[in-house]
């Protein structure tokens, strides 16, 4: 246990301190007596009288100042008694204390060890493990250790802090109903069913009386502190962050927004995506947006210098992009680029152009009635059980209060373009009892329905390569400018040449003479006439097709602007092994406009000649490491030990704003994932304060053992112990 540093065989407890030094293995303080300098032997003399050595018995926190004392004391009742109860855990040695710094009562930081202990007499131990600033540098410590050891899993036998077992249930029980999304009134019962398989932490029933159902919300926001503060501490750690915004409705119209952001590792190099939560965007135009970013960067202590990139996948944000929202944003972050993609489910219009094209509206307008009507008749249509399976697979809320963009759902088209004789004869033998059913059958029989529906089939299939490229975890960014450029090649193309699908339509439609009507034609296409055929009714249909794929492809554009398109093509040429060329003697005059462009581009962070000097070198490392991908070799660069990190600094920098760009399968089902939890949560509860908490942990929550429960038992406590944190401020 202990010993005596004077005497090599001293007793177990007892400590002759002789050095200011900490001993790590038996953890023990020793505390020097008095040191004195080379002089006169009678001063030498009368110091060291007055200086004599003690021991000081470290359990008890007393001072004995003879080996006879000593032995007397280790003898003792109170030592043997206090000894014991040191080994069962219930006498904290305070050592957390001494290494966490934290506010006495005068404002000043000092050793958490020494708040509330003016000396190291008898008792003063305990008072002191009694006092919140002992409390406070256990959460101070552990909040620290906690993220360590998520980040460095062999750390986590480090973090052993003793707590109430039934705390401990109480808390996994909420953190688990969090994590597989269950209502927050199924907590008692749950308790309740743990009780009665005799849950030996339950049935102690030594929690307090805070741990109960009703504080389900409390604990859910503890627990979303614990894994907010492990992103502040990425955040911190980061040498850039990415962020992402997509807009949410619920079922008050209330716009949110649904932010996440992407980090970058110095100590291993990896990214990593999580969930910043979802935030209320009050009404308002791009400025709104630009300011509830800024907030959400105050929040959690991004420095503008640090955000890169913004992501949005909504329409409407794009649109306010392109009124100011990202002018407001660069001009707060100087570094900062825009990137929208597409995601499941958006509009591949803006409102304003939806609006601008006034058949687009009629026809989501007619495809909507013909969903909705259909699933009145759920099971009862065998005919019909593709339209049916496109609301389970595409998981279609028609409850919902945010508009379905059906022209941009290529399943759903599909399924109308492929069932559409039998709608026909169904609504034809429903029309004379439903007026509904009449109006239907006459729109979908009409050339300009149908026509519309092949372009669709035609342009949404390009569109869906293009999202599939956002989900790639390796993905490549040296096909993204090319993807790009031919999607809208291929849009401008179908404008005067009919897309394949179209053109089949065109092909396959048959052409009888009308006998009431000399010159004119009657068109059927599978069985059906089709209505509306004549020449004026076909000119309409080419300003609309041409309408329609300029929006569509200008839209594209807006998207990714062709800075945006440069600045990824060159990371992709730097740093990707596969894009150099496959000979050395090539490799001279390669990447160098590329380089210039990023060197301009982020020239606030790297030194541009440094780097030029650098390139010839890098470019011959990079050649030999053909094996390694661009996301490899970006590892490689940023990983802080490493030796290329050390010989290309701007290299890594540049690396490392690569690696924050907000793209790959894991930031994708996360963001899938919240508007799932949205969808759900805001149909059968409406608003709900403690939402995004709830979503923090069912997003980002680890297992329930990597989680430390410890630390959310104390920010918990701290809530409901006002007088706590009061004290810690005086």
Known sequence: MLQTAAEPG?????????????????????????????????????????????????????????????????????????????????????????????KNKHGKAENAFTVGTDNFQRHALLRHVTSGAHRQALAVNREQLAFESRVHPELRSVLKVEVNPAKV?????????????IPGEKCSSLLDLQKFNLCQALLASEHSEFYHPGSAREMQAAIAKV?????RHRIKASPFVGLVVDETVDVLEQRSLAVFTTTVSPCSGQTSATFLGSFELPSGGASTVAGKVAEVMRSFGIPTMKLTWLRADSASLVAERLS????????????????????????????????????????ETTVDAVYRLYSSFRGERNGLQELQSVLDLCEIDLGSPRAIHWTSIFPAVEAIDSSWPTLVLLLESEAERSPVAHGLCEELKKFQFVAFTKILLDVLPIFQKLRRFFQIEDFDLSILKPIVSATATTLQAQKSTSGQNLQEFLNEMNEH???????ESRLYYKGVELANCSKVHLKHFERLKESYLESVRGNLLDRFPSSILEAISSFSAIFNPKCYPQSLEDIGSYGVSELNFLLQAYSRVVVSERALSDFPLFKRIVFSLSQLSFKDLCVKLVYSSSEMHELFPDFAVLAAIALALPLG??????????????QRSRTHRGKDEGLSDLMKIAIDGPASSEFDFALAIEYYESTREPGFIVAQVK
């Open 10 to 102: 001293g007793w177990a407890g007892m400590k002759r301190p002789l050095s200011p030094s900490h001993s790590p293995e038996s953890g023990v303080l020793a505390l020097e007596a008095g040191s004195c300098p080379p002089g006169q032997p009678e001063q030498r003399m009368k110091r060291e009288k007055k200086h004599q050595s003690f021991t000081l018995c470290e359990v008890c926190n007393i001072q004995l100042n003879s080996a006879a004392q000593a032995q007397i004391h280790y003898n003792g009742k109170s030592h043997q008694k206090r000894l014991k109860q040191l080994n069962k855990g219930k006498m904290p040695a305070a050592q957390e204390c001494r290494q966490a710094l934290v």
């Open 169 to 181: 249930a109480v808390l996994t029980t909420v953190y688990w109903m969090a994590k597989e999304d």
């Open 227 to 231: 894994l907010h503060n492990e992103d």
């Open 324 to 363: 100011g929202a990202g002018a407001a944003l660069t001009s707060l972050c100087p570094l900062l680029m825009e990137m929208h993609c597409l995601s499941h489910g958006s509009s591949l219009l803006p409102a304003d152009s939806i609006g601008s094209i006034e058949y687009l509206q009629k026809y």
């Open 513 to 519: 003479p009308r006998d009431d009507r000399e010159g």
């Open 665 to 678: 399968s894991v930031l994708a089902e996360k963001i899938s994932r919240g508007r799932e939890l949205l």
